[in-house]
């Protein structure tokens, strides 16, 4: 009997022995958080420092540790001293689906020491990558670069104001008031860009009441401009940054020189339509 029971105890010590190796103890992982991100720039040669940085691409000595929307909390299996690597992702034409790396700023590199069970927190600093151009940089503190008049109607303009700028002395703004007018306004400046299919993207701050869209026109020494409608943007009660990529359309086009324009329509079911514009950028890569 004794044997016996000898026999039954033994086989449980075996099996849960094997449950042990079959099902190991999980590692406890270490933390990184990143609750917020900030972009620095040269003010006077790249702009505002406004950004919308919605998710981060995260990296721990190379081992790429995934996609993550801030604020992140991203759990790590190692520990020690890391070398960790963040790119900023943003949305790419206001589609919330589209989520791209940003071309444009440099990847944020730090190291730092994880420990199993604590939390290492992390404020990525992000600037512009050198190399990047700025065909124009347009933030309405006492300039407008869209005079060019499309329309044809004097009566609907862009205009500088000072009341409900976004930051600085002014922001851009188009209001209509009168049913079925409509406000086309480009920059009065004609810009040479590269055609190859390199990333060029339009950066801009906005709000607005109703439904306005942005576009691209090519310009031809010969010919007809042809316009090219990107995105249509509803209704904005506060301040929103965009991201619109413009790369498919300049080589499409395959213009000689291009303009970005603002299209805009009265609404009838506002009393008027108002667009605000701050901080216009449009950048790319050789």
């Given at each position: ?94 589609i919330s689906a589209t989520r791209e790396l ?185």
């Open positions: 009997m004794k044997t016996y029971i000898t026999l039954i105890l033994l086989c449980l010590l075996f099996l849960w022995n094997s449950c042990e190796i079959i099902n190991p103890a999980e590692e406890i992982p270490s933390y990184i958080q990143i609750d917020s991100v900030s972009l620095v720039t040269n003010v006077n040669l790249q702009g505002s420092t406004a950004h919308k940085i919605t998710d981060v691409q995260v990296s721990s000595e190379n081992e790429l540790l995934g996609i993550f929307p801030l604020p992140a909390t991203i759990p790590v299996l190692r520990e020690g001293t890391n070398n960790i690597k963040i790119d900023a992702f943003v949305i790419e034409n206001g940003y071309p444009f700023y440099e990847r944020y590199s730090e190291s730092g020491e994880l420990v199993r069970g604590e939390v290492l927190n992390i404020e990525p600093v992000f600037n512009y990558l050198d190399g990047t151009d700025f065909a124009f940089i347009e933030n309405f503190n006492g300039s407008n670069l869209f005079v060019d008049d499309i329309d044809g109607d004097p009566g609907t303009r862009l205009e500088i104001v000072a009341d409900g700028a976004f930051e600085g002395s002014g922001s851009g703004l188009i209001r209509l008031e009168e049913t079925g007018s409509t406000a086309i306004v480009g920059t009065g400046i004609f810009y040479s860009l590269p055609t190859t299919g390199t990333p060029i993207f339009l950066e801009m701050n906005y709000k607005c009441n109703s439904t306005f869209t942005v576009g691209i026109r090519g310009i031809y020494t010969s010919g007809d401009p042809v316009d090219l409608p990107k995105v249509n943007l509803r209704a904005q009660e506060t301040w929103n940054k965009l991201y619109i990529s413009f790369d498919q359309e300049v080589s499409g086009l395959l213009a000689n020189q291009y303009q970005i324009y603002i299209d805009v329509n009265k609404a009838v079911d506002v009393q008027f339509t108002e667009v605000y514009l701050d901080n216009l950028k449009l950048v790319y890569r050789q």
